[in-house]
């Protein structure tokens, strides 16, 4: 079955410490985000790739760090410059190529400080 | 003003009414528009697209945009407690790549 797979599902971050989500997709999508989700606050855009080898932030980018070396992959680095990381992390993809193809959403990683 | 608003507070109705979710956005060169159904704990899962003036049917959920007034709505008919979950407005705007900006989400409640 198609779909984009995220792990792990928790993860668990020490002080000082980098972790980097999985992000993994089978629909031959393009275009591959990350989102993270705090409560009351909605989805907030981290960076979005739309090709292999290019990415650009978005509008939290700070403290965050990513690459797309396959089209089927988007890894989120979580580095210990981002002070306040406990959240839920969403990887979405979409074919931007159609031109108005709503994204589609993993499972999410739920990340929490130690 | 938000690119994407929606009613934040929680939306209570009882089991088989009507459950109406509005969302308005700010620019008016956007041409698509989409609902999530967000499950406590899961991740968003696409309902709803549509990209023209009018209603859009599907089942039970029925999309209405109206490009004028700046205002997409999700219509829930016969709802059932398996409809009760956060539900977000998304809008692709315009610009050089798929730009979606999300609303905050209202939670819906069906009481059976």
């Known amino acids: 079955d198609g779909g984009i797979t995220q792990s792990p599902k928790y993860l668990f971050r020490k002080e000082g410490q980098n972790v980097t989500l999985s992000c993994e997709q089978n629909l031959n999508h393009d275009a591959m985000y990350w989102y993270r989700q705090d409560p009351g606050q909605g989805l907030r855009l981290i960076y979005y790739s739309q090709i292999v080898n290019d990415f650009q932030k978005g509008d939290i980018a700070e403290g965050y760090s990513v690459s797309r070396e396959k089209k089927e992959s988007f890894p989120l680095t979580v580095t210990s410059a981002q002070k306040n990381p406990t959240a839920f992390y969403l990887c979405?993809?979409?074919?931007?190529?159609?031109?108005?193809?709503?994204?589609?959403f993993g499972d999410g990683t739920r990340l929490s400080i130690l | 003003q938000k690119e994407v608003e929606q009613n934040s507070g929680p939306l209570s109705v009882p089991e088989g009414a009507i459950a109406s979710l509005n969302c308005t956005y700010s620019d008016r060169g956007s041409q698509s528009f989409f609902w999530y159904r967000q499950y406590s704990g899961k991740s968003p899962e696409l309902i709803m697209s549509i990209y023209s003036n009018g209603d859009k049917e599907d089942g039970r959920f029925t999309a209405q945009l109206n490009k004028a007034s700046q205002y997409v709505s999700l219509l829930i008919r016969d709802s059932q407690p398996s409809d009760s979950a956060t539900y977000l407005c998304?809008?692709?705007?315009?610009?050089?790549?798929?730009?979606?900006?999300f609303g905050i989400g209202r939670k819906l409640q069906v009481i059976p």
């Open positions: 979405a993809s979409s074919s931007p190529g159609q031109g108005n193809q709503p994204q589609h």
């Open positions: 998304a809008v692709n705007l315009p610009g050089g790549y798929q730009k979606v900006t």
